[in-house]
């Protein structure tokens, strides 16, 4: 018996790829660093557990479709309060992560042969669904020089054609770290309304940016109500990868109906993970948020300092979430990544990291280059940063 041509398009998650030489590493007693994955590694807060254990109800019933009300009401206020944006209870649908929220906002809005504008590199299981749904993707290039900001307008619209329906964007980046500035969301805006583009903006990391500039949201931007498709999880903004709640969040009516259905389709999301997320948003204050991102800050500013001093790297000062793309003075950064887990160690440790090019659409371009997620203690990463610089010696001299 066959499989379906469009699962076999999909490929296996890249950033999973290297686990069977990590495997062979554990085996052989070796501690293994994980800058390869965006799983935070800081405690999910206690108001999560206290409102499960608060939940009294004697039977586990479905929840609403669009998501438990009372979770709908609190996210209202979080907008309200951190970005000024005034959204109503019809434009928020509750999903299982935000990456139930890509899959059906892509479902609704593409249709077979149809294309995608993305700014590469870009999250790597984004591809999955374009393979799945069959969306042709038109990169254009985020030049690692400029910190991965957007090309120019000319740049962008030569991609653009009578096929292609939306922009895809990440902001804060994954795996880039920006963060997009007022006037380039201004420009993608332009462009989508001219060219009648909708703008899916994947803001999971959203409170995640450092220094001076705030990463707005594109909901934000007025004019573009439309336009915009906002992809939200409490996955990173609340260390809570494995409740599995995040939404789709768009004033365009039309849009979101159709988003309904798909989520009338799966019948709810899960009851408790939602009556967790309640707990999150409606009891955790301003603190919370400004204590985790100054931990972040700390972390990105070790690393950034760190491999910027190791001879033959270039990087760019990250911005925000929690990664940084990093190009290396090799040709293969893939072999790379698997030699520092088969063939080196220093005192029984190493590294595991992430071969950026399933960040790229154009394979050749992310071949050289690595992504590090910066999710690990301070401590781990000073010990990563050594083991990066010694391995990237010891490799290039044999
Ligand atoms: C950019 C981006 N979007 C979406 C997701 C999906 O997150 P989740 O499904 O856990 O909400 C991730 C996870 O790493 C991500 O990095």
């Not at 979101?256 to 009338?264: A, D």
């Amino acid at each position: 018996m066959d499989t379906s041509n469009r699962i076999n398009n999909v490929e296996f998650s890249p950033i999973r790829k290297l686990i069977s030489y990590e495997e062979e590493a554990l085996k052989k007693g070796k501690t293994i660093y994980h800058l390869n994955i965006g799983q935070p590694d800081l405690k999910t807060p206690k108001e999560f557990f206290q409102s499960i254990s608060d939940f009294k109800e004697d039977t586990l019933t479905y929840a609403h479709s669009r998501g438990r009300k009372e979770l709908i009401e609190e996210m209202i206020k979080f907008y309200k309060k951190h970005f000024h944006i005034d959204y109503k209870y019809e434009d928020i649908l509750i999903t299982t992560g935000g990456s139930e929220a890509i899959l059906f906002t892509l479902l609704s809005i593409f249709d077979e042969g149809d294309e995608v504008l993305v700014s590469e590199p870009y999250y790597a299981n984004y591809n999955n669904f374009f393979d799945l749904l069959n969306i042709k993707v038109n990169a254009f290039t985020a030049d690692p020089k400029t910190g991965f900001h957007l090309p120019k307008r000319e740049d962008i619209i030569c991609k653009i054609t009578p096929k292609t329906k939306g922009i895809v964007l990440t902001n804060p980046g994954n795996p880039t770290g920006v963060v997009y500035r007022e006037e380039e969301m201004k420009l993608i805006g332009e462009i989508a309304k001219e060219y009648g583009l909708y703008i899916i903006s994947d803001e999971v990391y959203k409170v995640f940016s450092y220094g001076k500039n705030r990463a707005i949201s594109f909901g934000e931007i007025e004019g573009l109500e439309e336009n915009v498709v906002l992809i939200e999880s409490i996955s990173k903004i609340y260390s809570a990868c494995g409740a599995r709640v995040g939404a789709v969040i768009s004033k365009n009516e039309k849009l979101m109906n159709e988003i309904y259905k798909l989520c009338q389709a799966r019948l709810s999301v899960s009851t408790l993970d939602m009556v967790g997320a309640q707990g999150l948003y409606s009891k955790l204050s301003d603190d919370y948020f400004r204590k985790n991102r100054e931990e972040y800050e700390k972390r990105r500013d070790l690393v950034y300092n760190g491999i910027s001093k190791i001879s033959g790297i270039q990087v760019t000062k990250p911005e925000g979430a929690f990664y940084v793309v990093v190009t290396l003075p090799i040709e293969n950064a893939e072999d790379f990544c698997i030699w520092l887990l088969t063939d080196f160690d220093l005192n029984g440790e190493t590294i595991m990291l992430a071969p950026a090019e399933g960040f790229y659409s154009n394979k050749e371009l992310g071949r050289n280059k690595i992504r590090i997620s910066y999710c690990i203690e301070l401590e781990k990463l000073e010990k990563s940063i050594k083991i990066l610089d010694l391995g990237l010696k010891k490799y290039l001299e044999k």
